[in-house]
């Protein structure tokens, strides 16, 4: 009796990791086959239109590069949204306190003026981390103390923070010229690019060394994916998060404050989105104007759905956007088909997170199947 018992939770383990896994799998499938009817059916050939896209975001160490440059603010967005769902927090402001993130590190960056990289970029991280967390901490108290739903306090900030930064822009931090934008940053407050670290012979030897405008960025990234996996394992605060997410009634009767909880929540998921803004700044632009993210709050928002709020899963989930980002253009200008398909795509990713009910399907029905041979 023990050996069909073992066989059985065996199988439910195994279907516990097909529920988790397969979703976004499926989802990513289905997007990618539908998005090759619409390709065909608009009279291009899907095969080029997907070779030239998968050629644009890894057929070079350039294109690599590319791709880890649009997936490196995805990922700390990304993480953000992931951190605020796991404790039952739609923190759709992500991308306000992305802006809030870069106004800061631009604010501090100019002021330290030729100040040491030692200096600079750390402190200018730290300040861009604090302003994410202020900009959420409003829509957190009014969360936690009157109940105010955060999707409509966060979005509102969003809508603040982008056109306060619209107006520092203009005026009070304008650099001289018609351009809405402010005066570079010193090379000192940039962050590096990962070719430049290596020699020319180096990277003559290692031609995956050439990855072109990806910074270090990608690494304050992955290192903050880590550390959020690592707080919500095996850190109490982790713990807190994860049990309000679950059921906040049997929370608070357990002793946990569901108030505070959902104000640190929301600032620690402000600290991911500023961080964001950061890297930003100054891996990408090296200044500050009004469209500097291209809606990557947003889109941390469906990287979060795909990667199934895990935070090491948020990782593949952004390269995933990143390289349909990253081969738009390529696609385009060798397949001829339209950047808005990959748009279409994007948004049948997500459509397709809808696909869950049928792995469901699946898995409860192996399970009966265990449950019935153990019996």
């Not at 294109?63 to 953000?80: E, H, Q």
């Amino acid at each position: 009796m023990s050996e069909p018992r073992e066989d059985a939770v065996v199988q439910r383990r195994w279907m516990t990791i097909l529920q988790k896994t397969g979703t976004p799998v499926i989802s990513a499938l289905l997007a990618i086959a539908v998005g090759s009817i619409i390709i065909w059916a608009s009279g291009y050939d899907p095969l080029a239109a997907f070779a030239a896209l998968f050629k644009g975001s890894f057929g070079s160490p350039k294109a690599v590069g590319d791709t880890l440059l649009k997936s490196t603010p995805l990922i700390l967005t990304g993480l953000a949204v992931a951190y605020g769902f796991r404790a039952g927090l739609f923190n759709i402001g992500a991308e306000g306190q992305l802006f809030m993130g870069g106004l800061a590190a631009t604010a501090l960056g100019l002021a330290l003026g030729g100040a040491s990289w030692w200096v600079s970029v750390p402190l200018m991280l730290l300040a861009a981390m604090l302003a994410g967390a202020a900009w959420a901490f409003i829509p957190a108290l009014l969360k936690a103390r009157i109940g105010a739903h955060e999707v409509i306090t966060t979005m509102m900030f969003t809508y603040i923070g982008r056109y306060f930064v619209g107006y520092l822009v203009n005026g009070p931090m304008k650099e001289p010229g018609n351009i809405p934008q402010t005066p570079a940053l010193d090379p000192a407050a940039q962050l590096p690019r990962i070719a430049t670290l290596f020699s020319e012979a180096a990277r003559e030897a290692v031609p995956i060394l050439n990855l072109g405008r990806a910074h270090m960025g990608i690494l304050v990234a992955l290192i903050a994916a880590v550390v959020i996996w690592l707080i919500l394992k095996y850190t109490t605060l982790g713990f807190e998060n994860r049990a309000v997410g679950f059921n906040r009634w049997a929370s608070e009767t357990a002793g946990i404050s569901v108030q505070w909880t959902t104000v640190k929540a929301l600032c620690i998921s402000g600290v991911l989105a500023g961080l964001a803004g950061a890297t930003e700044v100054m891996g990408v632009h090296h200044r500050l104007f009004d469209q500097f993210s291209s809606g990557f709050g947003f889109t941390g928002i469906a990287v979060a759905l795909l990667a199934k709020n895990h935070p090491l899963g948020v990782i593949p989930a952004a390269l995933l956007f990143g390289a349909l980002s990253a081969g738009a253009t390529t696609m385009q200008f060798e397949a001829k088909v339209p950047q808005d398909i990959i748009q279409i795509i994007q948004a049948l990713v997500i459509f397709f997170v809808a696909a869950e009910e049928i792995v469901l399907w699946f898995v409860r029905r192996r399970q009966k199947e265990a449950i019935s041979h153990a019996g």
